[in-house]
């Protein structure tokens, strides 16, 4: 079964920074692609940041580009999400999701069938 576990997440202050964990299992396959996710109160779900773990390439929505940074750590096949100058706006909880078919980089949400639970961040002024 395949399962992605989000940790890091908590409360920090305007300009802060936080570092999220995704622990995925449950498969074998080295071509996949992770995106992070995030949904805020009242807002529909967007993608920040998106890394494949078949070649290491990166996107970043342009909102996200020089303040997100994903890497990975195949080995333990755990991604991380590192935030830096969080503001209020960045409040949401935070998703890793995986896209098993060949470790393209896709950003649309339909690709990634496998969710983790989230974990809340909240950015306070």
């Known amino acids: 079964e395949v399962q992605l576990v989000e940790s890091g997440g908590g409360s920090v202050q305007t300009g802060g920074s936080l570092r999220l964990s995704c622990a995925a299992s449950?498969?074998?396959?080295?071509?996949?692609?992770i995106g992070w996710f995030r949904q805020a109160p009242g807002k529909e779900r967007e993608g920040v940041s998106y890394i494949s773990l078949k070649d290491g390439t990166t996107y970043y929505p342009d909102s996200f580009l020089g303040r997100f940074t994903i890497s990975s750590d195949s080995a333990k096949k755990t991604i991380y999400l590192q935030m830096n100058s969080l503001e209020p706006e960045d409040t949401a909880v935070y998703y890793c999701?995986?896209?098993?078919?060949?470790?393209?980089?896709?950003?649309?949400?339909?690709?990634?069938?496998?969710w983790g639970q989230g974990t809340q961040v909240t950015v306070s002024s």
């Open positions: 999701a995986a896209d098993l078919k060949g470790g393209y980089l896709r950003s649309s949400q339909m690709w990634y069938e496998y």
């Open positions: 449950g498969f074998t396959l080295d071509d996949y692609a």
